[in-house]
């Protein structure tokens, strides 16, 4: 549900909206999606051995928890070509302008 709201209340105001159009490759991973993966895609899971993982959510769900230790929703993630963080990831942040400020933080680490 936090996913949701800074969809419609954070990500729309214009000094977001820009950054988001025209600074950044957005790229959101669904960890609620109940979609199941394409046939012959299923996984095991590494967290827990034995576990297929047959949703697209699960795959993503445990992606994040893997590779980032976190599994908070929202989980926003600034990373540079190579996969690496340009700042620390943060969660569910309502305030627009803590949110421009941590977009802004990122992406002057990446034209470093």
């Known amino acids: 549900m936090n996913c949701r709201k800074m969809e ?3 990500w729309p105001k214009e000094q977001i909206l820009s950054i988001l159009k025209n600074e ?3 790229i959101s991973l669904y960890v609620d999606d109940k979609r199941p993966l394409p046939a012959g895609e299923e996984i ?3 967290l827990r051995p034995g576990k297929q993982l047959k949703y697209v959510g699960q795959k993503w769900s445990e992606f994040q928890t893997i590779k980032y ?7 926003y993630v600034l990373s540079d070509h190579e996969g690496e963080n340009l700042i ?3 969660g569910y942040t309502p305030d627009v302008e803590e949110y421009h400020s941590w977009l802004k933080a990122g992406l002057a680490n990446f034209k470093k």
């Open 24 to 26: 950044v490759v957005l």
């Open 88 to 90: 620390d990831p943060v």
């Open 8 to 10: 419609q209340q954070v």
């Open 44 to 46: 095991e899971s590494k």
């Open 69 to 75: 230790k976190a599994n908070a929703q929202p989980f």
